[in-house]
């Protein structure tokens, strides 16, 4: 399967080098690993390349390396299946190939590996190493090239002469002293940070390296401001917990201004699962003062009048009217509003919404929307409702499809708070979150599934009362809702 190289990562910093003496090694991060002897250059490349394949198998995800040996310089992209992709090959010059191959032993062997192709030896890797195919290092076309320059040719003194000239002089374009990838920081989690914290220093597990990644993907910030919708036409579907833990886990993470806005048409709970403000004051009260709001001589601070500050997790809420009477829906220009006044003090806004599609403020939340969050707790009608959502965006077309073929569906399992989830009924809950979950899959962008946790069904919901696996679940969440922006 061949991948463009920019999709690949150039993390941990990989090399593969095979010195004239005839010794190599392979250096992941700084760590340095010896390669297995080899009768031949080939030989020392194959095993070079186990190698790395080998990492790759522990990242889970092809792996840059850049490879030097006494032929040639350039880079690969070695996969955790054994194919290697070649992405740049450049020869050494003739001269500097034959001073390195009078003085290397297994360079000595090249003319008969490359010039005969057909006849070159099976690779014997070490029985511990990963099986390597035969590889392109050096790619083919710089095969033939190695060939012709080497060959000793009677009759033609211009390549004689074009043999001894000396190597074209680099541009300091081309090079650089800065690392050009950030040094692997040594493990932390489990049994081998446990090592390192005792002195050894030990490299992170697959585990580790993707919530890492996890992290710096939801630590970015972006241009401009970003809206994201979280809809399912369902009541109980878990939107309002979504609502929260993506935002407290991208607040947290990235540092931006971040609001949570309860556009339900009437009135919503998102007021109810969070902290409250000093005040009373909901949306109404933000779009009756939305003129000073938007006024440039307002100071940025003013905001805090209308949200409740989070405090330990650091997000802001703007609740929905809790007038007695309940007698105001709010309409789509009062939507246009109070989007305006929050994407001017908030980089990041992620809306709670109702369950009825055709109303107005929920058709207009969506045409401010960038990234669509569709929640689904594990429960038929639930995923029900939220498969019908998605089919009456894909319907209206333009926009609006587009929203819905790069949604992230969530699913979480389904909880009974009078019973303790143990036993045959949690496998039954993970059995069921997993057949929903592959029902989305083809149909959107990203799905992930959360397990259940007992501080998400009742009271205010914050990401440290979390279990450790609920907190790893919602990060991996928000990295997949972080990814659309």
Request: without cysteine; charged residues 25%.
């Amino acid at each position: 399967m061949s991948t463009t190289p920019t999709e690949v990562l150039a993390f941990p910093n990989t090399k593969a080098i095979i010195s004239d003496n005839g010794t190599a090694e392979v250096v992941v991060a700084g760590n340095s690993r010896v390669v297995p002897a080899g009768e031949t250059l080939q030989e020392l490349r194959d095993n070079a390349l186990a190698l790395v394949v080998a990492e790759a198998r522990t990242l889970q995800r092809p792996v840059r390396v850049r490879i030097e040996d006494p032929e040639g310089h350039g880079e690969l992209i070695v996969h955790p299946g054994g194919n290697v992709e070649s992405v740049s090959y450049e020869p050494r010059s003739a001269r500097r190939r034959t001073a390195a191959a009078s003085s290397t032993p297994a360079a000595a062997a090249v003319d008969a590996t490359y010039t005969t192709p057909a006849a070159t030896p099976a690779v014997k890797p070490e029985p511990a190493q990963p099986t390597v195919e035969r590889q392109p290092w050096p790619p083919l076309a710089a095969e033939t090239a190695l060939v012709e320059d080497v060959a000793p040719t009677s009759g033609a003194p211009e390549q004689a002469a074009a043999a001894d000239a000396p190597a074209t002089r680099r541009s300091l374009k081309e090079t650089s002293f800065l690392v050009s990838a950030p040094v692997l920081e040594r493990a932390t989690q489990g049994w081998r940070g446990t090592l390192t914290r005792l002195g050894f220093r030990m490299d992170p597990s697959a585990e580790e390296l993707a919530e890492r990644e996890d992290i710096r993907t939801v630590s970015q910030h972006w241009p401009g401001p970003r809206t994201i919708a979280v809809v399912n036409r369902k009541g109980g579907a878990n939107k309002t917990p979504t609502v929260v833990m993506l935002s407290a886990i991208l607040a947290r993470y990235s540092g931006a201004a971040t609001v949570a806005w309860d556009n339900n048409e009437s009135q919503g709970t998102l007021g109810w699962r969070t902290e409250k403000g000093a005040h009373d004051r909901s949306v109404l009260d933000l779009i009756d003062s939305s003129r000073e709001l938007l006024s440039p001589s307002t100071n940025a601070a003013e905001i805090a009048k209308f949200v409740h500050h989070q405090t330990a997790d650091k997000f802001d809420v703007l609740r929905s009217d809790e007038n007695e009477e309940g007698d105001h829906e709010v309409t789509a220009e009062e939507v246009d509003i109070a989007h305006q006044v929050l994407t001017r003090y908030y980089r990041l806004v992620i809306m709670d919404s109702g369950n009825t599609a055709r109303a107005a403020n929920w058709r207009r939340m969506i045409d401010h929307t960038n990234q669509l969050v569709v929640p689904v707790t594990a429960i038929e009608d639930r995923a029900e409702a939220a498969r019908l959502t998605l089919q009456t965006l894909e319907s209206r077309g333009d926009h609006d499809a587009e929203l819905a073929r790069n949604a992230v569906v969530i699913v979480s399992e389904s909880s009974d708070a009078k019973r303790s989830m143990t036993g045959d009924a949690l496998k039954r809950a993970k059995a069921e979150a997993q057949r929903i979950a592959d029902g989305f899959e083809p149909f959107v962008r990203a799905v992930v599934r959360i397990p259940y946790d007992p501080a998400l069904v009742n009271g205010p919901i914050r990401y440290e009362a979390l279990q450790p696996a609920t907190q790893r679940a919602w990060l991996a969440a928000a990295a997949a809702v972080a990814k659309g922006f």
